[in-house]
């Protein structure tokens, strides 16, 4: 018995998902700097994190690490003195990455640095100008239409350093070397489904399954600024991910209470895919299949032509589809916490489906093995026991080395698990053995 | 012309189905023994079957044949001295396989040794032991609450002896050495549609292929008991099965006046799928296709790994689908016999489709050949001729040397019976030429 | 900037299209004589065509071109002496070809040789007999009915002599070698959407493309009377069309105003489907697919299997789908003139989407490149600009060697237009270059 079997003692309460988003929420977070820095500290008491500084000005391929942005105040006097639009009081004040900037401005010259959504009056939009060099300022649509005429000064006190850009991993390491990777982003400020659903769910996954007593995969987290960040990883650790990541997926936007939506990985029916594609059919709840485009997330790297990984991402309330996204509205109020919870429910049995999707031969395949005599079938002979046997015969069947138990149970309609229990007692049995298959030869995938 | 132009004077009538379902009956059918044997005898007079005795003890794969089971009485003496479940009545009363057993039992006793099916309370059901020794008795639902208490007389005088495994087989030889199976089961006792219909269909399907004039491929045909008699068939004619099998049915459950199922082979576009499916496509009536599964029939066996070979099954009424199956209920009034003809009729359709599906290679491929000139085209150029001449057009652009006239006739949507007659003319005029054609190249078959 | 930029000057006006019509309307055409001779000068002052006289006699393949009809004079008298049938009213009125006769008939007699349509009382047939023997004359039901007891004079006038079979091609080059085949046919007499509005579509593409200021691909416009003439045209030209014919298209039945009908070549899926599917989809009409079919217009030649080329048709009312089909009512009432022009629009942006079906490999594949530096990717990060930025991140996703823009295209819903554009900056900042794609390696073709 595995402890698969095992009720998840490991299982989070929700009220711990919510303390963390608390503590994570107000630190004012950007692709460097030191909001990333203590989000990682604290993830770090979850997860053991390995912390990597990437010093600004590394190559990253096409890229170049950029400066650390320092900030140390901005905001905007209005022309009777009140401070308006301070970095202070919310993180999405200032345009990410503003360059300093000190005077004094006339109504209209200010406006060409404020950023407003027209279409959402009361939210504050999320803007970043990370790589040319502009400082700017956030509001509501309504805030900009009761700015007075008149003289207004305009402190950004940020300073671009020559520092670092902060990502870390942690490895679960199980009894084989190929690995899934679980990677998620840690660079915007406070937003809520569209950036800490995604950490808070990587290390309460991470815990749960460090809490597994065997693990067949291995399995590595990767916490990263989106974009240059996973590029930096890439670069670091090319060649290993290359040779080893059977299956991974972007853990972002996983708190909304609506249906799963599955993006699935550039080649379209990867390990990655299969697997996610499988929970979702069994796991009772409404989904959307999606193939996959080159927008999106950070499988926009992983999923670039060159590497070309089995990269996915499995939703829930997709970035750029719910009106919030990238405004002050994406908020604490937005999540559903049970929710989060649910994509953290799904995402395990994602990886225990990996875990389980061993391959076996057939050794007896020369017509049926007489099961009867072995206690792998019923002597009795009734009517309608073919439900109760079908799995055991689908694994019989199909175990001719081009099949793992995945593409058994896409042909069957069964479950991995219950494929998994038949094949462990067949094995026990001396009935079959396990086998690699090879992921192309893997005839009828869906 | 050949017989396939002829009227079917070889076509049985419906009475002759019926008489032949009545003397098969009553007869005690298992595995093994005079039941068993005395059904071979039966349908040895339509049949010139080739009868194996295979003798307990052999091994047939992962199996080893039992031995041999006698009943000379089963009967039970309630606590009135009434007999009661007596295998003379009927010989489902029986549990199959039931060992020697005589003793005297408390009504509470006796209970764990009755079958009966709570879901259909005036069925006896159908139960077997094979492999394990058991006996037992087996009794409608509403009998067995009628059971007075007290003590119960059993007599079980059945014998397990060393005697042997009867199946049988009859060759129609034909001009190719490529063969059709037709394997069919004669191991249960009285049941109708879930046992005569099969090898009555199999027999009356012999005799009318046995009377066409000409015939291109050989037909085998297989009456052995189910699982043990099809492995004990595989292991006596496992390489020559492996080499000259191109397609294969098992006849069962054909007797029920409901739409045809399709099974199909556990490749799923085999030869057999391809002219079961062309058939159903133009026989006019409501037809179901479904995918292989491991369980059902001896297409478990035949399409295990080890062989997979090209077998489905073209079934009226399937196994373990309707409310009567395995129980007494599966009686003569279940039967249809018109419609068990009619499966008589598409398995010959069946066999005509596969007889006929020649390949010929197109000698003029550069543009159409002058076919006026032939007399294959006509002369006149007026409109709307174009569905007279499509059998030729679409044999002439798909003779290739990767379409066989089933692909040809998948793709064009016409029958292979028309497709069939062009190439004839085609063949006469010189025009195209027989060749053979790989199945594994075929394009776009359905 | 290329021409396909500029507003497209040369586009006739509808006007030119049905003086084309009126010019070509009355002329006495058949697979030879004089009628077409005069059909190609008058095509010949749009298009400058290389006229190709091919001898009686000549081998085509299986075919020989026949001796070329002369038709100096066809009526019928009748009892009254009234001329009636007369080939000098509608040249639709003596069965082509028809041998010369001469002789008096009786009203029966001549029955025998006349043609007409009970189901249009109307409609006069057309009617031809190229290679059998035959004279004839054609008339409604109406008029047949109409037709008085008594003797009738027969006039023939007609003769078959060794003369020659005309067809004309025209090329225009491009700067590659893979060429685009345009055919259409010049044979049927005063038909108005099964004959006219193929040539005359063709002529007016060739004047659109030929004022492209540049073209990839070379342009091949074939103008051939139908079956004879595509495989007199096949005999000259076989080896050049197997080697550079990379899409093709039959120009003919385009001028009804009803849905497009694409006829698919006979591999289904060639650069010439793709292409024509792809306008279709982006073109905001309503339109329909349909598989290849060996009956139809001159596919049957370039399609048949010694040939196998990539030519389809779009097609605008079908042939042998109208009821007016092939007889005097397939006249320039039928005519939309407009949709012509629109069948016109149809082909000459396929054409275009053709030549801008290049493909590119992305020389920065790992990760996806930094845009924003290289002015292709906005530097403001803001939300909701997925859309804008598709074009350039499907290119590069997608440039691996394996994906053409029209696989890219296909696979992103995108245009072939937008993916052209953003390929071109791409191009220009060195992030991609120009690679051949082997059309057989295209993954995940429609």
Redesign the interface.
């Given at each position: 018995m595995t402890v698969m079997d095992k009720p998840a003692t490991s299982r989070e309460t929700v009220e711990e998902i919510e303390q963390l988003f608390d503590r994570l929420w107000p630190l004012p977070r950007s692709i460097t700097g030191e909001g990333a820095r203590r989000t990682h500290s604290i993830l770090g008491e979850l997860v053991p994190l390995q912390r990597m500084e990437i010093p600004s000005g590394s190559p990253?391929?096409?890229?170049t690490v950029p400066k650390e942005w320092v900030v140390r105040e901005a905001y905007v006097l209005a022309p009777d003195r009140r401070r308006i639009l301070d970095f202070a009081e919310s993180n999405l004040r200032l345009v990410?990455y503003s360059v300093p900037f000190r005077g004094r401005l006339s109504r209209e010259a200010l406006d060409a640095h404020l950023?407003s959504r027209p279409d959402l009056p009361e939210a504050i939009?999320?803007?970043?100008?990370?790589?040319?060099p502009?400082w700017g300022f956030c509001l509501s649509e309504r805030e900009r239409a009761s700015l007075a005429p008149g003289e207004y000064e305009v402190v950004v006190d940020t300073e671009l350093v020559d520092g670092a850009l902060t990502l870390s991993e942690a490895v679960l390491p199980g009894n084989e070397s190929d690995e899934v990777l679980i990677s998620t982003y840690t660079c915007h400020p406070s937003l809520a489904n569209n950036e800490l659903s995604g950490p808070i769910a990587a290390a309460f996954l991470y815990r749960r399954l460090a809490a597994w007593p065997e693990r067949r995969l291995t399995y590595r987290f990767v916490f990263a600024p989106e974009?240059i960040g996973?590029?930096s990883y890439?670069a670091l650790r090319?060649e290993h991910l290359r040779k080893h990541v059977v299956a991974g997926y972007v853990i972002t936007c996983v708190g909304l209470p609506t249906r799963f939506t599955y993006k699935r990985s550039?080649e379209?029916n990867t390990l990655a895919d299969r697997a996610a594609m499988h929970v979702l059919r069994h796991f009772g709840t409404d989904y959307e299949l999606r193939?996959f485009?080159?927008?999106?997330s950070d499988e926009?790297?992983y999923?670039?032509?060159?590497?070309?990984l089995p990269v996915g991402s499995l939703m829930r309330g997709v970035y750029?589809e719910y009106p919030e996204?990238?405004?002050s509205l994406d908020n604490k109020a937005l999540i559903n916490f049970a929710a989060l919870q649910g994509s953290i429910d799904a995402y395990e049995a994602v990886c225990r489906v990996l875990d389980r999707n061993l391959a076996f031969r057939?050794l007896?395949?020369?017509?049926?093995?007489?099961l009867?005599?072995r206690g792998l079938y019923p002597?009795?002979?009734?009517?309608?026991q073919?439900e109760r046997?079908?799995p055991m015969?689908?694994l019989?069947?199909?175990?001719?080395g081009r099949h793992d138990l995945l593409a058994i149970a896409e042909?069957?309609g069964l479950a991995v698990e219950h494929l998994w229990q038949a094949a462990k007692a067949a094995e026990d049995k001396g009935v079959v053995t396990r086998c690699r298959v090879d992921q192309a030869e893997i005839p009828?995938r869906l």
């Open positions: 990253a391929f096409d890229w990410g950023h939009p999320y803007v970043t100008s990370y790589y040319a502009r974009t996973a590029l890439l090319e550039r379209g193939d485009t080159p927008t999106g926009r790297q999923c670039s032509p060159g590497f070309n750029g996204y990238h405004t057939n007896l395949p020369f017509g049926e093995p007489q009867g005599r002597t009795l002979g009734i009517a309608n073919s046997v079908a015969m689908w019989l069947n199909l175990s001719d042909r069957s009828g």
